[in-house]
């Protein structure tokens, strides 16, 4: 192969962190939709947690059901059409889903509401899968991650928009009254999203990107394939008796929990004895690494999804606690946090001098924040209460100074501050708990990279697979937050949410153990990946 660098086409990579941003702008606005379908269906807040359950639930099924077809007809299908049209597709699966809100919310059906977003998502599924590999390929590969990263700059910016323009449409205005959101609200936002959907898929549809095609043969392997889709199976019975029975909610969200860590463990521990038809499973880290991402996207989601409730919670941040309408500027800035934290994982795209680097790892966090701040200011005016948390941006900072860009080490730091944050959080109330809770993000906006790059390392022909599999376990964003969830729901009204955010705690700890797992595992294969920089989300 050539050694000669390949240029990065920008024009391309332009218009592909487009398809980034609205997948972080939907997401991040379910913190904004969950509180309001709880009041106006009248949900408990597990029963809320649902629509977070149908969206990343659909990554995992769109994603498992990409490979198990591939796998039956021996070839990638996605390969086969190309990246490009693969965008394409799912973008327009999402038109589909958001067309189909409007029907689901005219009728006043939650589950018909469930079913339309899961088909968004089941189109992000598409577009998730084919944009990551397509933005390796529209340059030089080893500065593959350095697009990714950027990618997720664009990513985070969404997420930060995504609470403050759903507010403005639901409510009238992000301080407006809820009970002016209507299902007219919701008809008109999302007729607006699908027709923003749609332009963007007939601009890649009509624009001159490449294909996006690679010669990577593809790896099957039966008994991977039998292993997620008995956990597949397994999880859904458990959601079947959920529905037809009254037994409560919590111990079926725990047999699930066993259920995903059961099969993958049994799966490596059957894979290590004979390689036959196991692919990938055969290498621990790789299993380490699914756990990671289950837990991460798991944790990440419901600090999120159930903050929403928490701010509602009377006697937490008001007496009265706050109404759905005014809780977005605290939800934008906790995306906002990683928007901090991406930004400044995004400087290694810059040739810069070391002194440079360092600067800028100063300097960039704060920008960060004051465009945060800058955005909250034009659509809710006073932001004065969020100046101190620039404190906990100075913590991040030296976090991130402190982990050297290292895998291990950065997930390690990142993991453990995360759950004292969080743990500071539960243990206190008012403003200073709410910054507790919001810093978690700047902990979570780099954990990607690094779980995803110790992962897959040292897979060899199996990284693709592994890739794959990794990003099938962003089911841990439908899993999770019912977890906490139901938690909230069994310790009561008054105090519930609170206390239930020591389930995002547990999820830390757990990182953090991982973390050093994949340190001895890589080790006792002669891998050093403490000296390697992971990807972007």
């Known amino acids: 192969m050539a050694n000669q660098k390949q240029p990065t086409n920008t024009g391309a990579l332009a218009t592909l962190v487009l398809v980034f941003f609205f997948w972080g702008f939907i997401a991040a606005s379910q913190s904004i939709f969950i509180p309001f379908c709880k009041h106006n269906f009248s949900l408990t807040q597990f029963e809320s947690q649902l629509l977070g359950s149908a969206f990343y639930g659909a990554y995992f ?22 990246y490009k049209k693969g965008i394409i597709y799912g973008i327009w699966i999402s038109v589909a889903g958001a067309l189909l809100i409007i029907p689901s919310a005219n009728a006043h059906s939650f589950a018909g509401l469930l079913a339309a977003y899961f088909v968004v998502a089941l189109g992000f599924s598409l577009q998730q899968t084919a944009a990551q590999p397509f933005a390796i390929i529209l340059g030089d590969p080893s500065t593959g991650s350095h697009r990714l990263n950027l990618a997720g700059g664009v990513n985070s910016l969404g997420t930060t928009l995504g609470p403050i323009i759903f507010s403005v449409f639901l409510f009238g205005q992000v301080g407006g009254d809820a009970s002016l959101a209507t299902v007219t609200n919701i008809n008109n936002l999302f007729l607006i999203v699908a027709c923003v959907f749609a332009a963007v898929a007939l601009f890649f549809t009509f624009s001159r990107l490449p294909a996006g095609k690679d010669d990577d043969r593809f790896e099957g392997s039966f008994k991977a394939s039998r292993s997620l889709i008995l956990m597949t199976v397994l999880i859904g019975v458990i959601i079947l008796i959920g529905q037809l029975t009254s037994i409560e909610k919590l111990p079926l969200l725990i047999v699930t929990l066993l259920v995903v860590v059961g099969i993958l463990v049994y ?126 941006v100075a913590v991040a900072v030296a ?139």
Not at 531 to 536: L, S
Request: charged share 10%; with cysteine.
């Open 61 to 82: 099924i769109g994603s498992l059901a990409l490979y198990i077809i591939s796998s039956l007809v021996k070839y990638d299908i996605l390969n086969r059409i190309g």
């Open 267 to 392: 799966s490596n521990s059957a894979a290590v004895k004979n390689h036959d038809k196991w692919g990938a499973m055969r290498y621990p880290q790789l299993i380490y690494g699914m756990l990671g991402i289950f837990l991460y996207v798991g944790v990440e989601v419901t600090i999120d999804n159930n903050f929403g409730a928490l701010l509602r919670e009377p006697g937490y941040l008001t007496i009265s606690g706050l109404d759905e309408s005014k809780i977005s500027k605290y939800v934008s800035l906790y995306w906002a946090s990683l928007m901090i934290g991406r930004w400044t994982g995004a400087i290694g795209v810059f040739n810069l001098s070391e002194m440079g680097k360092r600067i800028a790892t100063i300097v960039v966090p704060f920008v960060a924040f004051g465009v945060a701040l800058f955005v909250n200011h034009l659509y809710s005016g006073d932001v004065s209460d969020l100046y101190g948390y620039a404190g906990f």
């Open 399 to 537: 976090a991130f100074f402190f982990g050297q860009q290292k895998p291990v080490k950065t997930l390690l730091t990142l993991a453990l501050l995360a759950g004292l944050f969080i743990l500071t959080g539960v243990l206190s109330s008012g403003i200073f708990s709410v910054y507790c809770i919001m810093a978690a993000g700047l902990c979570n906006s780099i954990m990607w990279p690094c779980i995803f790059s110790l992962g897959v390392a040292g897979l060899g022909k199996f990284t693709s697979q592994g890739s794959a599999f990794l990003i099938m376990m962003i089911l841990g964003g439908a899993v999770v937050p019912p977890v906490q969830g139901a938690v909230g729901d069994a310790l009561g009204s008054t105090t519930g949410m609170h206390y239930s955010y020591i389930v995002a705690v547990v999820c830390y700890v757990i990182l953090a153990w991982l973390a050093l797992r994949l340190k001895s595992t890589l080790k006792a294969q002669g891998l050093n990946f403490d000296e390697q920089i992971g990807g972007g989300h």
